[in-house]
Nanobody
Framework: QVQLVESGGGLVQAGGSLRLSCAAS????????MGWFRRAPGREREFVAA????????RYADSVKGRFTISRYIASNTVDLQMNNLKPEDTAVYYC???????????????WGQGTQVTVSS
């Protein structure tokens, strides 16, 4: 059974940084794409970043390019999202997700975590 557990959310001032982590378990992720999404109050869920577990290919939403970095750590089966220069509009619940494809550029992921709250104060 695939499990994704996010951690690292919290409250931070604008301009600050946070690092989110997603612990993945339940199967091998060597042929998977891992993604981060977010949902702000009153808004639809939106894509943030994705990484191929085996290829280390990455892509980002335009709104976070240059500020966020996604990384994967094979030994620990974790995927991190380093978020720098945070803005109030980054406030949202952040979700980790996985798709059983080596590199996936869509948004229909197979499994999702429960989410972690990120709040950026102005």
């Amino acid at each position: 059974q695939v499990q994704l557990v996010e951690s690292g959310g919290g409250l931070v001032q604008a301009g600050g940084s946070l690092r989110l982590s997603c612990a993945a378990s339940g199967r091998s992720f060597s042929t998977s794409t891992m993604g981060w999404f977010r949902r702000a109050p009153g808004r639809e869920r939106e894509f943030v970043a994705a990484i191929s577990w085996s290829l280390n290919s990455k892509r980002y939403a335009d709104s976070v390019k240059g500020r966020f970095t996604i990384s994967r750590y094979i030994a620990s089966n974790t995927v991190d999202l380093q978020m720098n220069n945070l803005k109030p509009e980054d406030t949202a619940v952040y979700y980790c997700a996985t798709k059983h494809l080596t590199w996936y550029v869509g948004y229909d992921y197979d499994y999702w975590g429960q989410g972690t709250q990120v709040t950026v104060s102005s």
